[in-house]
């Protein structure tokens, strides 16, 4: 299922880019992403990791998960469990689980397992045109958003505040499940 979702995610950064007319240099030199690399994700030769596809989504001015969900959901209001769209970033071992149907609302629902002893950094670029809350349903969590460093525990709550280079951090001997809403401002 993997290399399948790298194709169809490959496939999408590709429409997107075409759709905006963009050559794989502008897409570079917008993203901060090597062409090679571009190329390379373009034709499924290569899994992007989480903090390339941030970087990839916050050039075309979308989240993350809008892009995501482009390339994985077919249309519909109900998602159910076994459908629901599964990533493993290469690098960390962050497991993202695509939870909200794909529709015409201006948000998206993401279940996320980072593992322990992880972290996994994202550019500002991946918060513009939205906001976001990160919502703690086991583990303990550590949000470093610019200079601030949240800490949060299970059942904890935080709002993401303006776009800034931000950290998901799993200090602890336990993976940490936790939810991520995103509404789309754009």
């Not at 090597?34 to 899994?47: L, P, V």
């Amino acid at each position: 299922m993997t290399n399948e979702l790298d194709q169809r995610i490959g496939a999408r950064i590709r429409l997107e880019r075409e759709t905006r007319g963009w050559s794989l240099t502008e897409l570079a030199e917008r993203s901060s992403v090597s062409r090679a690399m571009i190329f390379k994700i373009e034709r499924g030769e290569s899994s992007p990791t989480a903090n390339l596809l941030a970087k990839l989504s916050g050039a075309f001015g979308l989240s993350m998960s809008a892009l995501m969900a482009r390339a994985e959901l077919g249309q519909g209001r109900l998602l159910r469990k076994a459908e629901q769209p599964l990533w493993t970033d290469p690098d960390s071992g962050y497991l993202r689980r695509h939870v909200s149907p794909r529709s015409d609302l201006p948000l998206d629902l993401v279940q996320v397992v980072l593992p322990a002893h992880t972290e996994v950094p994202m550019p500002a670029a991946a918060y513009a045109f939205m906001r976001q809350l990160i919502w703690v349903l086991e583990g303990e969590l550590v949000f470093v958003e610019g200079e601030l460093r949240h800490e949060m525990r299970e059942g904890d709550c935080l709002e993401l505040g303006p776009p800034m280079n931000c950290i998901f951090k799993n200090e602890s001997g336990a993976d940490c499940k936790y939810a991520v809403v995103v509404l789309s401002l754009s």
